[in-house]
């Protein structure tokens, strides 16, 4: 049984022990990797031990059963969007808490959790903020934090360099997007859910726990612990929609939930007309067609104070 999150806290406060665990093959990892335990250090937390993960793929999956065997009361995590997909994959339903300090490229996990970008800041909301409960999602029986995607974002998922990313940050993927967009084709997909079936032809179809993609607000009412999964496209099957869409998205974020594009749930089967492969939180990792499922209240992290918090318990 996990425990409360009002124990939890007070565990972490009382011992200030932490595991650090950081991601030096992300954008900012291998800069700030000292200067992240100095900050921890300076706040009063014992670091219990510390790995520098230069290649997440090989070294997590035996890293972080060995970590989390020692069932230590905080997980300090710099990382991207991608590795920290796999780090709540092992977290979820455990009594660590997790500390997330965004080292990404869009860091969308953290701008949903109301994260600040700059690293002391968010080192300050490990050290004083609050535990909360918050959803994760299942793709596949495969687990994510954020997004799940299908079209142009799988295609650059997979071509957008790493050495490109380190340098440009978001705008690499814009670039790589651009260049994709021309000789990509749309696709048909249906997706289900309760007894409703939403069929649509696009480029770009997103299936989205969190509340921000690409770094921009989904919706004005989005959240990531709302118990919901939210599923909408980017534009229909002409290119330049596609394009329209993504600006319109990034500039207009005040539509709500119960707007028509957005289909709203907890579950839901996708199908397409040609198998496609799925970006899972910025990382290729299995093929359509999908199940997606909301797995809510999974995972519990250190947020700053401000963070709504719905589950309150």
């Not at 011992?15 to 009063?44: C, F, I, M, P, W």
């Not at 997979?158 to 050495?163: D, L, N, S, V, Y």
């Not at 289900?192 to 690409?214: E, K, M, P």
């Not at 319109?248 to 594009?261: W, Y």
Request: hydrophobic share 40%.
């Amino acid at each position: 049984m996990v425990l409360p999150k009002s124990e939890m806290l007070d565990r972490i406060r009382r011992d200030r022990h932490a595991v650090l665990l950081v991601n030096t093959k992300s954008r900012r990892g291998a800069r700030h990797y000292d200067e992240v335990r100095a900050l921890l250090q300076d706040r009063g937390f014992s670091i219990t031990a510390e790995h520098a993960v230069a290649d997440p793929a090989t070294q997590l999956p035996k890293l972080l059963p060995e970590i989390l065997a020692e069932r230590p009361p905080l997980l300090v995590v710099g990382s991207g969007d991608g590795t920290v997909a796999t780090v709540v994959d092992h977290l979820a339903y455990t009594d660590t808490v997790l500390g997330y300090l965004p080292l990404g490229t869009t860091n969308n996990f953290g701008r949903s959790l109301g994260l600040p970008l700059r690293l002391e800041p968010a080192v300050d909301v490990i050290a004083n903020g609050k535990v909360a409960e918050v959803d994760l999602g299942r793709v596949n029986e495969d687990v994510f934090a954020n997004l799940v995607s299908l079209g142009i974002s799988a295609v650059v998922a997979g071509r957008t360099p790493h050495a490109l990313k380190r340098r440009l940050g978001r705008a690499s993927y814009a670039l790589t997007s651009m260049r994709a967009l021309f000789s990509h084709r749309p696709f048909t997909a249906e997706v289900s859910s309760g007894g409703v079936t939403w069929r649509v032809q696009t480029h770009q179809l997103n299936i989205a726990n969190g509340r921000t993609h690409a770094g921009a607000p989904i919706a004005a009412d989005a959240s990531i612990d709302d118990q919901l999964l939210t599923v909408y496209t980017l534009g229909g099957p002409s290119r330049l929609s596609t394009v329209a869409a993504t600006l319109r998205q990034s500039l207009t974020p005040h539509r709500r939930l119960e707007h028509k594009r957005y289909l709203t749930g907890t579950d839901f089967t996708v199908s397409t007309d040609r198998p496609l492969q799925v970006d899972v939180d910025g990382e290729i990792t299995t093929t359509t067609p999908l199940h997606v499922e909301v797995a809510a209240g999974a995972l519990r992290v250190l947020v700053p104070e401000t963070f709504p918090d719905y589950k309150r318990s």
